[in-house]
């Protein structure tokens, strides 16, 4: 390999460790602050932003911050209905192996947004419409995704939130919640028991090792997804997202 191709490979690498450590950080950062996060010096993390803010990867801003660009939200958008088309048969599975809805979402910023889902044969099943956004503390896939995160995020992104009650169940208070994320560490997977949609319980785990933070769930009527039934459909959801994350891994969709 040339050294003008190897300088041109670490160009490439650089640039989206940029953009990656801006999304980090909320979509919005100075020089300054990538320059310590990153550990490359200012002039090279100058040249590298002025291309990427030439292409419209980048924006800067009035106060001569950096922020993340509209032309990103193009190529968001298409891997997130190509990710939701891998995940459909692994979905499909869960369906067959549980009876219920099963759904894959992902942490967009404060938000969890649903990617794919494949809905139950019952008549009486949940439907969420994929591309739906909801906030994180309430859902079963937002509490196994946060569960991830340093405490001292996620009580940050409640501050943004508000921690609004969609429900009377609904965990309101940041110590609670950061209480629940201790025994979702602890147990290995997350309930949400009514606290997005009275009568609706909902059990989550995140995709391991998924290029980008994910987890699949599958979502039911109380009645139905019970302490007795959640011993049998956890393993399940365990299993089918070990699977999703070496197909993800791989880049490999199952036909």
Avoid at 70 to 82: D, F, H, V
Wanted: some cysteine.
């Amino acid at each position: 390999m040339s050294a003008e191709r190897a300088g041109g490979v670490q160009s490439l690498e650089r640039a989206f460790d940029l953009l990656e450590r801006m999304a980090d950080a909320g979509g919005e950062v100075g020089l300054s602050e990538l320059s310590a996060s990153s550990g490359l010096p200012l002039p090279t993390i100058h040249r590298l932003m002025r291309t990427l803010l030439a292409s419209g990867y980048v924006r800067q801003q009035a106060n001569r911050r950096y922020a993340l660009g509209p032309r990103l939200i193009r190529l968001g958008e298409t891997a997130s209905r190509l990710l939701g088309t891998w995940a459909r048969p692994y979905l499909a599975e869960l369906v067959e192996a549980t009876g219920e809805t099963a759904n894959m979402a992902l942490l967009d910023g404060d938000e969890v947004v649903y990617v794919a889902q494949v809905p139950s044969r019952h008549s009486m099943r949940m439907f969420t419409e994929v591309g739906r956004r909801v906030l994180p503390h309430s859902t079963g896939v937002g509490k196994a995704l946060l569960a991830q995160v340093p405490p001292a995020e996620v009580r940050a992104l409640l501050t943004r939130t508000g921690m609004p009650a969609a429900t009377d169940r609904t965990i309101t208070e940041p110590d609670a919640f950061l209480a629940e994320l201790d025994r979702i560490r602890a147990a290995g997977y997350a309930v949400d028991d009514g606290e997005q949609e009275a009568g609706v319980r909902c059990l989550a785990v995140t995709v391991p090792g998924s290029p980008t933070a994910a987890a699949i769930s599958i979502s039911g009527p109380a009645g139905r997804v019970t302490d007795a039934a959640t011993e049998k459909i956890v393993p399940v959801l365990h299993g089918v997202a070990k699977e999703l994350a070496l197909a993800l891994s791989s880049a490999a969709p199952v036909v």
